[in-house]
T-cell receptor, first 112, second 114 residues
Framework: EAGVVQSPRYKIIEKKQPVAFWCNPI?????LYWYRQNLGQGPELLIR????????DSQLPKDRFSAERLKGVDSTLKIQPAELGDSAVYLC??????????FGPGTRLLVL | GQQLNQSPQSMFIQEGEDVSMNCTSS?????WLWYKQEPGEGPVLLIA?????ELTSNGRLTAQFGITRKDSFLNISASIPSDVGIYFC??????????????FGEGTQLTVNP
């Protein structure tokens, strides 16, 4: 069984540029999560989807971050414009049970 | 909000030694998860605990869900070099309306000297 797939694995951009990350969850998992992980810290939830509905986006900085999961399968997280402080690892996870979450390898973003 | 204190922050041990790390929370959880993260990868689930007092093993790993529901510990016996990585605890309080939000500790960096 394939795991959670994310792309790109690495991204380097200049500040004020836009950037997008893509995630394909484990087949059949209806719940999808986006996390941000800063260096030396644990992941922090940005947004959670149940199928195509964003059911928990309270920690998503909505002035510059947006996400979508149009068909309830894969998802895109966008930052526009990026700031220096957005440098982090962006992790996607999926689950079937809502509790046991399986993570992808992450996208490492560096904003210069 | 909920906060998890994970300790120790780092450990340097010799191959063959046993390791113990723990997490404490300011509030109760009804699920505890332990993950391991290696450089350049996402966290990988090691053990899931769903019931207060539960003791679960996965090979050389053993984890327990504290009886107060505010803590959990992870033990690794007879460590080997491939145990190197960052170990995260995560707690969840499944809510009927908002679903499950995992709160992560800050991780324990484990180094094993051969």
């Amino acid at each position: 069984e394939a795991g959670v797939v994310q792309s790109p694995r690495y991204k380097i951009i200049e500040k004020k540029q836009p950037v997008a990350f893509w995630c394909n969850p484990i087949s059949g998992h209806n719940t999808l999560y986006w996390y941000r992980q800063n260096l030396g810290q644990g992941p922090e939830l940005l947004i959670r989807y149940e199928n195509e509905e964003a059911v928990d986006d309270s920690q998503l900085p909505k002035d510059r971050f947006s996400a979508e999961r149009l068909k309830g399968v894969d998802s895109t997280l966008k930052i526009q414009p990026a700031e220096l402080g957005d440098s982090a690892v962006y992790l996607c996870a999926s689950s079937l049970s809502q509790v046991t979450q399986y993570f992808g390898p992450g996208t490492r973003l560096l904003v210069l | 909000g909920q906060q998890l204190n994970q300790s120790p922050q780092s450990m340097f041990i010799q191959e063959g030694e046993d390791v113990s790390m723990n997490c404490t929370s300011s509030s109760i959880f009804n699920t505890w998860l332990w993950y391991k993260q290696e450089p350049g990868e996402g966290p990988v689930l090691l053990i899931a605990l769903y019931k207060a007092g539960e003791l679960t093993s996965n090979g050389r790993l053993t984890a327990q869900f504290g009886i107060t529901r505010k803590d959990s510990f992870l033990n690794i016996s007879a460590s080997i070099p491939s145990d190197v990585g960052i170990y995260f605890c995560a707690g969840s309080l499944l809510k009927k309306t908002s679903g499950s939000r995992l709160t992560f500790g800050e991780g324990t960096q484990l180094t094993v000297n051969p």
